[in-house]
């Protein structure tokens, strides 16, 4: 009776283990990277392309498995059609034509992979970097704050097909699940601008959206203009670029996420992991619209450097979130590790109770950074400090490496970038 009674003691323990090594940062018993991620994307071969996709596509198509697609040029799907991504397709992005498809409004995209047979989108030349294709970008009528409550996208795109936002937040754009991209966030040919991995704009609730792992963009990995849009479970692996990137009023929850940042790969127009913002000119924005507002719970930021202090010093690892004026985060629960310093918002912000109730950081875990909340341009952080240290918040300040804070850091492969429970129990 007495081993018996050690043996479920003993379960019980592992159980409860188990469940608090996922309180904070990206959770799961299990770890959810594994089978459909890549971390060595320029390692993959894949063949060559057999098809082509090019031009317009108007009417309800499939893509199979068995064939490998070139994305030449501007692929726009039109007239209400679907396109529709076998499991385990993969589409190349042309270089010299810098291939990007867009899901144009009333359009939808079905890539439904599988954790074992995801679909990958990737760049056709034989050595691979960020920005050698443009992405995927999908529009829907979801509300925006412009005034008119539409906008259009340049990119060097044709306008009669770039338009979005509108009145349905329920907007369904389709399925992106277990999907990979590779390599995108080309520059634009008229303007400094860059295409991202993945754009949504004006897109609505019903479009499902979880699984994506963008490695290596040259723009932004993912950016949300506008909409109402729930994330799930991404991946933003040694972006250019933001990671995460949120504008024009959109309303969206963000959980359970990852955004691995490396100190050489950076962009003089900002690259952080959580970029919030209401609007990119004042003078646009309608306020009478709702506002930017991000909730993201359970997000693990992490910053790859193997030399922390001596690449801060060195001026290669800027903050890791940034919110600007007008526009709300709450933040719950989140990993953010080795960033200089966490948080900074925008210089245009009072510290003021009105401000504070849109700006919340609960149960985080800030580790390794060189301070953690300040106001833009202001080394004087002591309100910030005060308010976001009352026990009340329950953050948590500790100065671990990379190596002992997470459970397989150092894994190339299969890398496990869940938060060890001994650095929650031990932290002060």
Known sequence: MKIFTQIIALSLLVSYSAVAQQEKGITGLNNWLNNWTEFKANKVEYAEANQILAGNISANTKLSKRNIYQLQGNVYVTNN???????????????????????????????????????????????????????????????????????????????????????????????????????????????????????????????????????????????????????????????????FKFNYG??????????????????????????????????????????????ATNLTLVNSSENINADIESGLIKEAIYVAENSSLQCKRTVVSGFNPAVIFDNKIEVNDENLKKLKFEAMYFNNCKGNLFTEDNINNEDLESWYGQSAFYNVYSKGNNSETFIDFSNDRRPDFRLQLSKITAAK
């Open 250 to 295: 959109a309303q969206c929850n963000i959980n359970n996420s990852l955004a691995v940042r490396s100190p050489f790969l950076s962009s003089k127009f900002g690259s952080r992991c959580l970029d919030v913002a209401s609007y990119t000119k004042k003078e646009e924005v309608d306020f009478t619209k709702k506002q930017t507002l991000v909730i």
């Open 81 to 243: 059609a679907v396109l529709t991504i076998e499991p385990g397709t993969v589409i190349i992005g042309d270089f010299d034509s810098k291939g990007t498809l867009i899901i144009t409004k009333g359009a939808s995209l079905i890539a439904d992979g599988l954790e074992t047979d995801p679909i990958v989108f990737t760049s056709n030349r034989g050595l691979r970097k960020a920005g050698d294709w443009g992405g995927i970008i999908m529009l829907g009528d979801a509300p925006i704050n412009k005034y008119g409550g539409v906008s259009s996208l340049s990119y060097d795109l044709n306008p009669a097909f770039t338009s979005f936002g509108g009145t349905n937040p329920s907007h369904n754009g389709g399925i992106l699940r277990f999907v990979r991209i590779e390599f995108a966030g080309a520059k634009t040919t008229n303007s400094a601008e860059k295409f991202n991995s993945l754009l949504l704009g004006g897109v609505g609730n019903k479009t499902i959206l979880e699984n994506i792992m963008i490695s290596f963009s040259g723009g932004d990995s993912f950016e949300v203009h506008g909409g109402e849009v729930n994330l799930n479970q991404l991946v933003s692996f040694k972006s250019s670029n933001s990671d």
